[in-house]
């Protein structure tokens, strides 16, 4: 269709219409569009299209001017939708003149995306999303998916360098993803950089020489770290060095472990080590996935057995829409945030949270995952194909010819015996026995001088093989279990709340022989838990510590700072119930949930989220529903396989159904869909058919655990317990808070220490929350501080604190400041987000206040500074030199300590 003649007469105003007739070329008027809105954001009011008559239509772009200035970039728009006509249709395009705009000049208010269409026109409406919206994004063109390899000779010494550029294919994700290997860390077994937009992340994979003989597990260990130098900052310790793994380091590091594990061929036993650091960070989308897709790459190009590549993405659904690696702006509206990670072919690890969403939508993003995965993967084997690394396979011992057949033929009796054995102590005496006489027989029929130092490492794993194939052939024959259920069958739940006196909220929960004592803790603002991340520091008004004691299984251990088990643990109970628990407008308290296991034979991790929601609402919590959790299993009769419709799927898995069947699935929620997830996979992956079964399977456990739930404790208690503080939440004027804060926080102490206060916290905008268990005082503890910002020294009245009829704030009258000046300033306040001081002193009769502005904490010094107030007080002093930087749009003093100290140091 080539462009016609435009219909518009000469006049521009201050609102106008452009308008063209038919189409132009390869460009659409919403493509067109959406670069007006990129280029003319305050003027384009949207477009609508009008059908004249048969297939001739004419499309009208809506601009409006609110300044008199804006008419000159009304000008610069027509001229451009000249220039992209004209360049879309060559010597087909016409000028484009501006015509006014009547509806607007009517005062007629137009939905924006739309105009009238002219007399006798049929109007036919299209909507015109936002930039921003998730509509628009997804809409933009992003390269086909696929990938490419470059090999050339630019690292050192001019060795081979080789890049491996993935496109995904998938919407709103037009960055490729650039594996390098070649270049950096040619020491190591293997070494790769992987780049998306300004993120780029560095993995090494090493291994000792010498295989651990003895041993009978895989050693792998994960570390990975998120470098402060990548976004330009430093450590705020004492010796300014990254330090030990923050939580979100440490959860990461088991995000990489989990589908790695399962993959590395079995029999591997050189001490093996993947190390991940994130060298550059842009802000843009979390680097989790990535680094998970980094580790899997270097072992890829190393020469340790991975049977197969690996790789991870994040999925989110955002304002309807399913997203595949999400930004952090579209995750903070995301009603899913899902790491999928896997082969080509199948999952191998999901880990999560939703704001209880379906089964099926669940199934939708992971096939979204898995398909995005697939193109990384096939990347990925090309890559390991062009490095050429063989795989390391001399130290893995062959298989003893006729061992297993062996252990069947003297021990399948037994064992099927030992699955009929009610009771953990019994059966783990049991099974000890076993382990004990089957060594011993198939060391006289094998022995070590013949056959090699592996044979009792062998011998274990045939007899741990055979327990795992009977299991099965049990499930699969009799639909029963070693305990006795059936397939779908929850074990016996026990519940008491209300057990610990003067605790604010406690349950006891029992599952079978698995048993916590949750507890919750209410409190105020101070209370919230700081976290150190890359973006700053973040804190948590919600937190759930999981607490796994070594006489919970009857045994002694180590007792201290939380493995790397608990801290995973704790955090999927703590997603779990994250989405049930009241806004901070509707319910202002800090809560704290522990959990201490007390028994455990099988998924304490959702015990936590049954007794952390219980203990809540014994505390009058009032959350929005209640949630629970369920372990889900799988057992296979091939567990070196992907899962396939012979696959038995079981409910509320024991702890010997979960060390030897191939599935951990933990999937919790309440009756209408899915707050959180875990799954782990010992086979060569999960289909996504299996998923749906396994789904739906614990959909139907977790509602008998919610009705068994509910026969104890229904709905919150109806009121606090005595035992939690009471809360006032007011706000004062901004420019108020140095006095109720005062100088190096004396009158805040003053005011927590008079009225008996447990805590004050005072916000960056003056929203002040305080804590006392006495109710009268609280009263008078707000009552004074709205008197303190409201008395005659002219520092203004705040807002929200019920003193109406205050006289209006007296303003500063004296000379004004110089923009770069450095001046000398009296500390007023202190503060978590900064500093307030007065630069220049108010009148000497009193008439008018000194000058006082904020040094915010990121202008304190020349390196980040974490904790304000012990900076300040470090420094020792009431008064330190800044540089007025300005008024900024709120009218508000801008200072700065930083460009103070910058400038003397120039000098």
């Not at 628990?581 to 304490?604: K, N, Q």
């Not at 020294?793 to 009258?813: N, S």
Request: charged fraction near 25%.
């Amino acid at each position: 269709m080539k462009f016609s003649k435009v219909a518009v007469t000469t006049a521009l105003a201050s609102s106008c219409c452009i308008s063209y007739v038919n189409g132009f070329g390869g460009l659409g008027a919403p493509s067109l569009t959406k670069r007006l809105n990129h280029m003319f954001p305050t003027v384009h009011r949207g477009w609508s299209v009008s059908t004249i008559d048969g297939d001739t239509k004419q499309s009208k772009w809506s601009l409006r001017a609110s300044e008199e200035d804006e008419i000159d970039v009304i000008a610069s728009a027509i001229a451009s939708v000249d220039g992209i006509l004209s360049e879309a249709n060559g010597d087909t395009a016409s000028s484009i003149t501006a015509a006014p705009d009547a509806a607007a000049d009517d005062g007629d208010d137009e939905a924006p995306g739309t105009t009238p269409a002219t007399d006798g026109a049929v109007v036919e409406e299209i909507h015109v999303p936002d930039e921003n919206s998730m509509e628009n994004l997804l809409s933009l063109p992003v390269p086909p998916k696929g990938y490419s390899i470059e090999s050339t000779g630019r690292g050192p010494n001019s060795s081979m360098v080789h890049t491996l550029t993935v496109n995904l294919g998938v919407p709103g994700h037009p960055e490729p993803i650039i594996i390098e290997t070649g270049k950096i860390g040619r020491q190591a077994a293997g070494a790769v950089t992987v780049t998306r937009g300004e993120d780029v992340i560095y993995s090494t994979a090493a291994f000792d020489n010498d295989p651990k003989e003895q041993i009978n597990f895989l050693p792998l260990s994960v570390e990975y770290q998120e470098r402060f130098s990548s976004v330009g900052t430093t450590s705020g310790g004492y010796n300014k060095r990254d330090g030990r793994p923050a939580e979100h380091e440490i959860l990461t590091c088991r995000l990489i472990d989990r589908p790695i594990r399962p993959l590395i061929k079995e029999g591997w036993k050189h001490e093996t080590q993947l190390l991940t650091w994130v060298l550059s960070h842009d802000n843009v989308r979390d680097c989790d996935s990535l680094a998970v897709t980094a580790s899997a790459a270097a072992l890829s190009v190393s020469d340790v057995p991975m049977m197969k590549p690996v790789a991870a993405v994040s999925v989110g659904y955002v304002d309807g829409h399913l997203v595949v690696n999400p930004t952090k702006e579209q995750m903070d509206r995301s009603r899913l945030n899902l790491t999928v990670a896997g082969t080509k072919d199948a999952v191998l690890m999901i880990e999560g949270a939703a704001d209880f969403l379906p089964e099926s939508l669940m199934v939708e993003a992971v096939t979204m995952g898995q398909e995005a995965i697939g193109v990384i993967c096939d990347g990925l084997s090309a890559l390991g194909e062009v490095v050429g690394r063989e795989p390391k396979l001399d130290t893995i011992s062959a298989k003893v010819e006729g061992l297993m057949e062996a252990v069947e033929e003297y021990m399948t009796e037994r064992v099927d015996q030992s699955l009929e054995i009610r009771g953990k102590k019994t059966l783990e005496a049991e099974t000890k026995s076993m382990y004990k006489d089957c060594g011993d027989a198939m060391l006289d029929r094998f022995p070590v001088e013949t056959h090699g130092d592996q044979v009792p490492n062998m011998v274990k794993a045939a007899l741990k093989k055979l327990i795992s194939d009977r299991m099965y052939y049990k499930a699969k024959t009799q639909l029963k279990r070693m305990d006795g259920r059936d397939l779908h069958q929850v074990r016996h739940i026990d519940i008491e709340t209300s057990l610990l006196p003067r605790v604010h909220g406690s349950a006891l929960f029992t599952r079978g022989e698995t048993q916590t004592i949750a507890t919750a803790t209410l409190g105020d603002s101070g209370m919230r838990q700081k976290i150190d991340t890359l973006e700053g520091t973040n804190d948590k008004r919600f937190y759930l510590q999981y607490t796994f004691p070594p006489s919970c299984v009857g045994e002694t251990g180590r007792v201290g700072m939380p493995g790397r088990r608990e801290v995973g643990h704790g955090n999927l109970a703590e997603r779990a119930i994250l989405p049930a628990l009241p806004s901070e407008d509707e319910f202002p308290y800090t809560l704290r949930v522990e959990s201490l296991i007390t028994e455990s034979h099988g998924s304490s991790s959702m015990a936590s989220v049954c007794g952390g929601i219980l203990a809540l609402m014994d505390a009058g919590v009032p959350i929005k529903r209640p949630v629970a959790g369920i372990a889900m299993g799988m057992l296979l009769d091939d567990t070196t396989a992907v899962s396939d419709e012979n696959a038995v799927i079981v409910s509320d898995i024991l702890g010997n159904e979960d060390a030897l069947g191939t599935m951990d699935f933990k999937v919790a929620g309440d009756k209408e869909g899915i707050t959180a997830f875990q799954l782990d996979i010992k086979c060569e992956g999960l289909s996504v058919k299996t998923l749906e079964r396994a789904l739906e399977q614990a959909r139907q456990g977790r509602l008998h655990i919610l009705n068994e739930m509910a026969k104890t404790l229904e709905a919150p208690r109806d009121r606090l317990p005595d035992t939690v503080p009471k809360l006032a939440t007011f706000q004062i004027a901004e420019d108020t808070i140095g006095r109720v804060i005062g100088p190096g926080g004396k009158q805040i102490r003053a005011i927590i220490d008079d009225f008996h206060l447990t805590n004050m916290n005072v916000g960056e905008e003056g929203i002040i929350q305080m804590s006392s268990m006495d109710a009268q005082m609280l009263q008078k503890a707000e009552a004074f501080v709205n008197k303190l910002v409201s008395s005659d020294t002219g520092r203004g009245a705040g807002r929200g604190g019920g003193a109406g009829g205050r006289p209006p704030k007296v303003p500063y009258a004296g000379p004004p400041p110089e923009v770069g000046k450095i001046y000398n300033g009296k500390i007023t306040g202190i503060h978590q987000f900064g500093v307030f001081l007065e630069i220049l002193p108010g009148a000497e009769d009193g008439s008018y206040p000194g000058l006082e502005g904020l040094c915010h904490v990121s202008e304190l010094h020349t390196e980040r500074v974490r904790n304000c107030e012990g900076f300040v007080n470090s420094m020792n002093t009431e008064a330190f030199e800044v540089k007025f930087l300005g008024i900024n749009d709120k009218g508000k003093v801008q200072l700065s300590r930083r460009a103070a100290m910058q400038e003397k140091y120039r000098r």
